[in-house]
């Protein structure tokens, strides 16, 4: 039996976030982005920089899904975003207690950006709330196939318990 300590936690945390940034899209600057078919991407936590760079490649809007706290916040990042003229929404979701109302808030704001023909930049703090909102929204909300979908997942990550408890509360209400 393995217990995981919280120094193993963090160093595995650490690793992790080595590793995203690592395989993150080059040149972007926004770590372990993931662009998607529809004209979306999601993303770990971007830089100031990055932030920069998306605006030249047409992004319009940004939806943040990490709460305040979380420890790779950009500082200032909402008014950073609209100073580079894009729209900005937080929608916190927290990491251990994933929602059903947080989803349907994302799904109508990917709607109305989708409906205004925005390209929008979801990201969270290392792309997994991010990839899992992206999945879903993907298959219930624009019909893709769910393997085709979830498929882009697991480019960043396995999820966890609480998370495929998540998921499976939406694809079987």
């Not at 999945?135 to 196939?145: D, I, Q, S, T």
Request: charged letters at 20%.
């Amino acid at each position: 039996m393995t217990t995981i300590t919280s120094r193993s936690a963090r160093a595995l945390v650490l690793v992790t976030g080595v590793l995203l940034a690592w395989t993150g899209r080059a040149g972007s600057g926004v770590p372990a982005r993931i662009d998607y078919p529809e004209g979306f991407s999601s993303a770990g936590m971007p830089s100031a920089d990055g932030l920069r760079r998306i605006t030249k490649e047409g992004f319009t809007a940004v939806i943040n899904l990490a709460p305040e706290s979380v420890s790779n916040q950009l500082a200032g990042e909402a008014q950073l975003v609209v100073e580079l003229g894009m729209q900005y929404v937080n929608i916190p979701v927290a990491w251990d207690a994933p929602g059903k109302a947080d989803f349907e808030r994302f799904a109508a704001r990917m709607q109305a950006f989708e409906k205004d023909k925005q390209k929008v930049l979801v990201h969270c703090q290392a792309n997994m709330r991010a990839s899992v909102f992206s999945y879903l929204y993907r298959h219930l909300k624009l019909g893709a196939p769910q393997e085709e979908a979830r498929a882009y997942v697991e480019r960043i990550w396995s999820p966890n318990a609480a998370w495929q408890d998540f998921i499976d509360s939406l694809l079987w209400p």
